[in-house]
């Protein structure tokens, strides 16, 4: 409430208990009238709900609003169906106790909506698990199969309950549904043989007609036309613009199979609907004596099939009645009215029979098969017919209204002894508040021996001829006098006027209802027809026994009802209709102010008003308004009745106006809250401004302390920079720190990635010259170290050995096939044993190897010896130079990236002294690669090729290396004029590893031509 007051003055007051003058009923009609023209339906007195019916669709009732109205306090939003539901559910898991949400309103008020409402919040809104969905689904579809087969098209409603409806839901205690449970209080029978004008009988009849598939309707003997059933058509309005009996049926249907009724007990449940239009069609004719005679047989055979009984014994159960004399039975004819009546009276046996057993299987179906029944909590929703009076009104409205008397009845006495509870329990005086009890009237209806239903019972069960007006006559008899009850008898001449001899009008608590006798004894007894033995055999009731009338049957139910309601906490939504057109907009005053008055509402307000008309717990109101006094804000530190009492002294509460409970300050009147709420919408305000004055000032002084760090900071850089070349001090010692701090983290982030890697390493600043050399020794020595565990035979050359290792790997390493064997194996600076050249060359040479060379044309292979100098490559056949091969002419090396051991020299074509390129091959590859690559700095030069390698014959011409895997290694020149190199593959090289490192000597290398012919490797 508190977070809406503020729009008090547009759309009126939300809870009447703050109306100033609430005791005025206009005043509260005005404010109903005022909220329902905008469309504001739901006000509160309290935590009692007032609903105006809208008669339209408002788009209040949506995911969204119910995702709003969760978790949220009572009076923290505008009043709302949900808010209520919300509130019992959370009282109910907090303090774990069983709940009631009581409907109440006359016919059209909007009792059912409500409930289907508060359900659909349930299922929406309460946590879920699979398994529970199905519980969730159930509930809620047994709605439309209890509507169609309870609910009819009356005058006041097109939609109306002709059965009371008492719901349990069931919650476990994380707040799950998990099951539920229906009682269904007297449905009016009546109705399904016959209907008053304007009005239908129940929806399932006109849904079957119009909605049955074909296939069924023929099965049940049906036709697609409502106008040939007599039981549909009384009212004279089996069609109605509002209803949709096609939709309601695809509904109903779907509904039936979720609600776990099987497709067998469903084609019974349609026989039996069919059977009784069959039997509204029955017609009787009298014989000569004036006894009934059948002559429908086409009717009779649908009913035989339908409700599976003989047809000799439906003929005799219509047309005869059974008579007990001492042990004997006797079949005494009927005669045709009373066949009728028989007829009529089997039709709603049958009918009310099934509608029991629909309930009974719906609540099988909805039954908890989770928790033991001790572990759960229940919402209870009662929605019962309202409140109706008729043109004329039989024994159906008779109890329907008194019905409404006992809950009206319990509505008084509870919400009384709640607030009077609520005053003694908080320490407070009580002033009693008048009202209307209107226990008279349900005395008079249900008191023994005096009472209504007991005068029937008599009526009904005494020996010999009971009649309308015999029972007429013993009730004047016990009753007359009683300001409540009026018959033509007793009524002063002017109300005479108004009554028929055979009526008697009772003054309800809502109103005057004149009730018609005839017929009364007949609908109060139970049927004993013998067909519905035979189609009922199992409910049938003892009958030996006494059997109970109808409204003794009630009477206990509905004492039976009132102990479930009273065994819980109640919460109320009250009802209203705004006009009896059915119409949106139209807010009929002399009505609602009908059912204000007779509903109690002012007087329930009154008695929330009598004492004080707000409480709250005093933490509650502490929170709210600790700011408007210095002493509580911003927290009260001490117990928070104390805190209440210092702020309402603050803000100048005068003792009459306010009662401290308890837990629960009370105040009496609604302005001094108003004035409270009011002065903190001001306080509001200011601290809002308050608030962001400090944010601000706090923001700003953040800035200039940023700023002024800064300034320093910058101003220390500027100073260290300058003196940046002087010796450690304290001008400079931060900034050199920093530039210290600098260079080592860039450092790490650009290490060189090898020893090679000369020419990365960062310049060091002037203080860092010593730390970088250092450094980068260290570095050089870490990564040496890991060569020299490779290599500790080479300890006096590591450094080279591990530099040219490096280049190698870095040539070859993941390139080509043959390199991890060539990793253990160290570099020379000769491969040659038997000395051919001189002393002089061998020391300028860096590599002499034997190699063979293939002759560039026709692949000969010569051996050679190839001499690396720092200058050139020469290729030298017994100390005779063949070829010399300047590095500035040399373009680059090609191997392929199979384990061969091939390389093909790309020497420059525009030197006309070279000869061309040099196919060579080489057990040293890597070795001489290496070397070569480093001496001609070529290393960018050397090419790992996949596939075939082409190289120049001699400028202009071109020729040929094809490489390829295969079991055994072979050179031979292809059909294509290609030399084909076949290597073993590195995993498969058993061959060569069977050599013990011991390189498998050139000489053995075959060569094939397409002759296959086989030359000695020494041979020129
Ligand atoms: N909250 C609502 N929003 C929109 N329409 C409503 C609402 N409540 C009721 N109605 C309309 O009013 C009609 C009658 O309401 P409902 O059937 O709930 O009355 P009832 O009080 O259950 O009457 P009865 O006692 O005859 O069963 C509904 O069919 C619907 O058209
Ligand atoms: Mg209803």
């Not at 509903?599 to 707000?614: D, I, N, S, T």
Request: proline letters at 3%; aromatic letters at 10%; one cysteine or more.
């Amino acid at each position: 409430m508190e977070g809406a007051l503020t729009a008090r003055d547009r759309v009126g007051i939300q809870d009447f208990v703050l109306l100033d003058s609430y005791t005025s009923e206009s005043a509260f009609l005005d404010n109903l009238r005022k909220r329902f023209h905008e469309n504001l339906i739901y006000t509160y007195i309290g935590t009692l709900l007032v609903s105006v019916n809208p008669y339209k669709e408002l788009g209040i009732y949506t995911k969204k609003q119910m995702d709003i109205y969760m978790g949220v306090n009572f009076f923290e939003l505008p009043p709302h169906i949900y808010a209520l539901s919300d509130n019992a559910y959370r009282t109910m898991l907090m303090e774990n106790n069983n709940h009631v949400i009581l409907i109440s309103g006359e016919s059209g008020a909007g009792k059912t909506e409500s409930s289907k409402k508060i359900l659909q919040f349930y299922a929406v809104s309460c946590p879920r698990t699979s398994l529970l969905d199905n519980v969730r689904d159930r509930l809620l579809l047994s709605n439309p199969v209890l509507e169609a087969f309870g609910n009819a098209k009356t005058l006041k409603n097109d939609n109306s309950s002709r059965f009371g409806k008492y719901m349990d839901i069931q919650f476990d205690f994380q707040g799950e549904a998990v099951g539920g449970h229906i009682l269904s209080y007297l449905l009016e029978k009546s109705r399904v043989v016959h209907q008053n004008h304007g009005e239908r009988n129940f929806h399932i009849f006109y849904q079957l007609v119009e909605g049955a598939e074909d296939g069924l309707l023929r099965w049940l003997g049906l036709e697609r036309n409502c106008q040939l059933y007599r039981y549909l058509v009384q009212g004279q309005c089996a069609k109605v613009s509002s209803i949709s009996d096609k939709t309601d049926w695809r509904t109903v249907r779907k509904a039936l199979s979720v609600i776990e009724i099987s497709e067998a007990d469903t084609e019974h449940l349609f026989g039996v609907i069919a059977s009784v239009l069959h039997l509204g069609n029955i017609r009787f004719e009298a014989d000569a004596r004036g006894y009934a005679t059948l002559n429908s047989s086409t009717e009779m055979h649908w009913l035989s099939k339908l409700l599976g009984v003989h047809v000799q014994v439906l003929r005799e159960g219509l047309t005869h009645r059974k008579i007990e004399a001492r042990a004997e039975e006797v079949l005494s004819p009927l005669t045709a009215e009373h066949a009728i009546y028989a007829r009529d009276a089997l039709a709603k046996a049958i009918y009310g029979r099934t509608f029991a057993w629909l309930v009974n299987k719906t609540n099988e179906s909805l039954a908890n098969k989770v928790r033991l029944s001790s572990d759960y909590t229940v919402i209870g929703l009662l929605d019962i017919y309202g409140f109706e009076v008729f043109h004329v009104n039989s024994f159906e409205q008779f109890c329907i209204n008194y019905c409404n008397e006992k809950l009206q009845q319990l509505f008084i006495q509870l919400t009384l002894k709640s607030e009077q509870e609520e005053y003694e329990a908080e320490g407070i005086e009580w002033e009693a508040v008048p009202f209307f009890n209107n226990k008279i009237i349900c005395d008079l209806v249900e008191e023994k021996h005096r009472g209504i239903i007991s005068v029937l019972d008599e009526e009904c069960l005494r020996p010999g001829e009971a009649s309308d007006l015999t029972f007429l006559e013993k009730l004047e008899e016990k009753l007359g006098g009683h300001p409540h009850f009026v018959t033509h008898k007793l009524a002063d001449q002017k109300t005479r006027k108004t009554l028929e001899r055979g009526d008697f009008r009772l003054l309800h608590y809502a109103g005057e209802v004149t009730y018609c006798v005839v017929g009364k004894e007949h609908s109060s007894w139970q049927s004993k027809n013998s067909i519905v033995k035979h189609c009922f055999p199992s409910i049938e009731p003892d009958s030996k026994k006494r059997p109970e009338t109808v409204a003794t049957q009630f009477k206990s139910s509905l004492a039976g009802l009132t102990e479930i309601l009273m065994s819980k906490e109640p919460w109320y939504v009250r009802c209203l209709k705004p006009n009896n057109s059915k119409q949106s907009g139209c807010f009929d005053d002399v009505l609602v102010r009908h059912q204000v008055k007779y509903l109690g509402l002012m007087e329930h307000l009154r008695v929330r008003r009598a004492g004080f008309a707000y409480r709250r717990r005093f933490e509650v109101f502490l929170q709210r308004y600790k700011a408007l006094c210095p002493d509580t804000w911003p927290h009260w530190k001490g117990k928070p009745a104390d805190g209440v009492q210092r702020l309402v002294i603050h803000l100048g509460y005068r003792p009459d106006e306010y009662k401290m409970g308890r837990t629960k300050i009370f105040i009496r009147h609604p302005r001094t809250l108003f004035a409270t709420e009011d002065a903190f919408e001001m306080c509001k305000h200011k601290l809002a401004t308050k608030i962001e004055a400090c944010w601000r000032g706090m923001q700003a002084r953040k800035e200039r302390e940023r700023r002024t760090w800064a300034v320093k900071v910058i101003k220390r850089f500027i100073k260290g920079f300058m003196n940046r070349n002087q010796p450690v001090c304290v001008d400079n010692a931060e900034y050199l720190t920093f530039v210290r701090q600098n260079y080592l983290i860039r450092l790490k982030e650009n290490l060189p990635k090898n020893l090679l890697d000369k020419n990365t390493w960062l310049t060091p600043p002037p203080i860092m010259q010593e730390a970088s050399r250092i450094l980068h020794h260290a570095l050089k020595l870490s990564t040496g170290a890991t060569y020299e565990i490779l290599f500790p035979e080479c300890n006096s050359h590591h450094l080279s050995q591990l530099q040219l290792k490096s280049l190698t790997s870095a040539l070859f390493k993941g390139k080509k096939e043959s390199y991890p064997q060539s990793v253990s194996k160290p570099f020379v600076a000769t491969r040659i044993s038997k000395e051919p050249f001189g002393k002089t060359v061998l020391e300028i040479s860096k590599l002499n190897v034997l190699v063979v060379k293939y002759d560039r044309n026709g692949f000969r292979p010569r051996q050679r010896q190839l001499v690396l100098t720092q200058a050139a490559a020469y290729l030298v056949e017994e100390a005779k130079i063949k070829q010399r091969v300047e590095y500035g002419s040399l373009k680059g090396v090609s191997v392929s990236h199979l384990s061969d051991n091939f390389l093909i020299i790309h020497v420059s074509c525009d030197d006309i002294k070279q000869k061309g390129d040099l196919v060579l091959q080489c057990d040293h590859l890597f070795e001489l690669v290496t070397k070569l690559s480093m001496l001609a700095n070529k290393a960018s030069a050397i090419k790992v090729v996949q596939g075939s390698i082409r190289f120049d014959i001699h400028p202009g011409k071109e020729g040929f290396v094809d490489f390829r895997s295969g079991q055994e290694t072979m050179v031979y020149r292809a059909k294509n004029g290609h030399l084909m190199v076949v290597s073993v593959p590195y995993c498969n090289s058993a061959t060569i590893n069977a050599f013990g490192g011991v390189h498998r000597p050139s000489r053995h290398i075959q060569y094939y031509n397409a002759n296959m012919f086989t030359i000695p490797m020494s041979t020129h």
